[in-house]
């Protein structure tokens, strides 16, 4: 079946530091796989994606490669800030019999320290 | 605004009673998904539709709840005879192709 594993949190992070998110993903068939974030209150917001292998997302400094031969899709940025402090989800879609199906991680759950 | 709206954005309600809710997804994206968030955890896959037709349930959405899509523009959830494990924020979220996207949600309280 289709599953996604998430990098456990909480994460602290100082300003400008490294991040990295971990993701790992059990699939059946050629999913496509995203990386949301959701801020306190508010809905999920499609940060990147990545459609096929070796294919890299990108966006607002974030970034993820599809890595097929591990399953994996790290999430990573070079210098957080303060604003980055939110959840993150990591999932994948799948194109069963009726439509696209997603699964969604756990979440981690990340705070920037000034 | 063009992203998908969802009404009422809090919701609380005594355990036994009828509660709906409704989602306006981006005009011009076909397909349609329910999903039912708890704190801590990522969202849970309730139901999907594609234009009016109601094309997979999930075995989460009970007897108690149900979805609808007239004419395959907004679509409404309702739940029947509410139970306190309903609490929860429920996410709808509307999709061209492969991304989704995903409205503000509906906290539910049942007390």
């Known amino acids: 079946g289709n599953s996604v594993t998430q990098m456990e949190g909480p994460v602290t992070l100082s300003e400008e530091a490294f991040l990295t998110i971990n993701c790992t993903y059990t699939?059946?068939?050629?999913?496509?796989l995203f990386w949301y974030v959701q801020y306190p209150g508010e809905g999920l917001q499609l940060l990147l994606k990545?459609?096929?292998?070796?294919d890299k997302g990108s966006n607002k400094g974030f970034e993820a490669t599809y890595r097929k031969e591990t399953t994996s899709f790290h999430l990573e940025k070079g210098s957080v800030q303060v604003s980055d402090s939110a959840v993150y989800f990591c999932a994948l879609s799948d194109q069963g019999n009726t439509g696209n199906q997603f699964y969604f991680g756990t979440g981690t759950s990340l705070t920037v320290i000034p | 605004d063009t992203g998908v709206s969802q009404n009422p954005r809090h919701k609380i309600t005594k355990r036994g009673q009828n509660v709906t809710f409704r989602c306006d997804p981006i005009s011009e994206h076909n397909r349609l998904y329910w999903y039912r968030q708890t704190l801590g955890q990522g969202p849970e896959f309730l139901t999907y539709f594609q234009n009016e037709a109601q094309l997979e349930k999930s075995r989460l959405l009970s007897d108690r709840f149900s979805a609808e899509r007239p004419k395959g523009s907004f679509s409404t959830l309702e739940i029947q005879r509410t139970e306190q494990g309903d609490s929860a924020m429920y996410l709808c979220a509307s999709s061209p192709i492969y991304e989704q996207y995903f409205g503000p949600g509906t906290r539910l309280t049942v007390t």
């Open positions: 699939a059946t068939g050629y999913p496509s």
């Open positions: 990545a459609t096929k292998a070796d």
